[in-house]
Nanobody, 123 residues
Framework: QVQLVESGGGLVQAGGSLRLSCAVS????????TAWFRQAPGKEREFVAG????????SYAESVKGRFTISKDNAGNTVFLQMNSLKPEDTAVYYC????????????????WGQGTQVTVSS
């Protein structure tokens, strides 16, 4: 069982930065992959970035490569998403997700989800 709580969302101007945090609590699985997704109004939920349980491998959506960075602390209790050079099209609710397996990509099945945090980028 895993619980995820996102924080750090807010309103920023285009070109600005935000750092999202996901507090992770777990019971059984210490090697689960984690990821960030986002969903804009009227749009499908999309994969943003994922990170392997070990923190040494990452995966990014093409639209955020070079702008966003996913990372985690040493204990794996917190997953971060550093977002730079934000664009209005980045506006969405951002969700943290975790799997019961090793996957961390867009193809991974994620079993646990947070409630989301709103990110709004003004033009």
């Amino acid at each position: 069982q895993v619980q995820l709580v996102e924080s750090g969302g807010g309103l920023v101007q285009a070109g600005g930065s935000l750092r999202l945090s996901c507090a992770v609590s777990r019971r059984t699985f210490s090697t689960s992959g984690t990821a960030w997704f986002r969903q804009a109004p009227g749009k499908e939920r999309e994969f943003v970035a994922g990170i392997r349980w070990s923190g040494d491998l990452t995966s990014y959506a093409e639209s955020v490569k070079g702008r966003f960075t996913i990372s985690k602390d040493n204990a794996g209790n917190t997953v971060f998403l550093q977002m730079n050079s934000l664009k209005p099209e980045d506006t969405a609710v951002y969700y943290c997700a975790a799997s019961n397996g090793l996957g961390y990509s867009k193809f991974t099945r994620y079993d646990y989800w947070g409630q989301g945090t709103q990110v709004t980028v003004s033009s």
